[in-house]
């Protein structure tokens, strides 16, 4: 009698369907997640969403990168952006300091800042860590966490912002302007921001002051004595004058 064959693997990967490969192997769950998030975030560029998530989900992948990397997920104006930063939060809270200690520390807190924050200037960012009194191993409550990062993601908008601005500035195109025109912006924002918020009439002073026929009236009284005044500004050292209004205003966070 034939010696009755016995099953093997290979004859059960065959026989699997293809939805049953796919729940085996965890990769429809994968896209479920993901097609869910893309629909909850709409992010402007899908593609580059998908790359991000699935870097973030590489086992090898640090709890920093994976936290800053659901941050991004949706931009800090849209209502989820809140329900992230408290995905980020709890991920971040399962790093263990040492056997009896976990959660997030002033150091992963740092550290995430910092992550968020690669782009500004370094001579900015040096000035925004200062506004925020937070210990290495010190325990970050989640309100401070939330107010860290809803800082660092409204000054990264600032910054391009002020680049763009600058490029409206920089007239010759050699990435230089004159240092007139900037001091006007400069001059304009700086007054817009020192208006007390109970005053109606400074608060439509200061919405005119930033606005296009405010801007316009400011620069064009700069040019013409922009000629008594022909030295030129980088936009790196404009950026620096922009924040530093921008870090002005931003209280310590403790």
Do not use: W
Not at 26 to 54: C, M, Q, S, T, W
Not at 129 to 144: G, N
Not at 223 to 240: E, I, P, W, Y
Request: net charge neutral.
């Amino acid at each position: 009698m034939a010696e009755k064959r016995k099953p093997n693997a290979a004859d059960d990967i065959q026989k699997e369907t293809e939805r049953q490969f796919l729940e085996r192997s965890g990769v429809a769950a994968l896209y479920k997640d993901v097609l869910e998030k893309i629909i909850a975030n709409r992010p402007e560029d899908p593609v580059a969403f998908l790359a991000d998530y699935f870097d973030s989900v590489e086992e090898n992948t640090s709890l920093i990168q994976r936290a800053e990397q659901i941050m991004k997920m949706t931009h800090h104006s849209r209502p989820l952006f809140q329900t992230n930063v408290r995905m980020a939060y709890d991920l971040l809270k399962k790093n263990k300091a040492s056997k009896k200690l976990s959660g997030v520390n002033g150091t992963m807190f740092t550290q995430l800042l910092k992550a968020l924050c690669r782009d500004i200037p370094s001579v900015v960012m040096q000035k925004l860590m200062q506004k925020f009194e937070c210990h290495s191993h010190e325990a970050i409550p989640f309100d401070v966490f939330r107010s860290g990062v809803f800082t660092c993601c409204v000054l990264q908008d600032y910054v391009k912002l002020s680049e763009q601005l600058f490029g409206s500035l920089d007239l010759q195109k050699t990435g230089k302007a004159n240092k007139a025109l900037c001091d006007a912006v400069l001059e304009q924002l700086n007054t817009a921001l020192g208006s007390n918020r109970n005053d109606t009439k400074r608060i439509l002073e200061s919405g005119y002051n930033l606005g296009v026929d405010g801007l316009y009236m400011a620069l064009d009284t700069a040019m013409g004595r922009s000629h008594k005044n022909s030295s030129l500004q980088t936009c790196d050292q404009f950026l620096v004058e922009m924040c530093e209004t921008f870090l002005s205003k931003v209280s310590v966070i403790k």
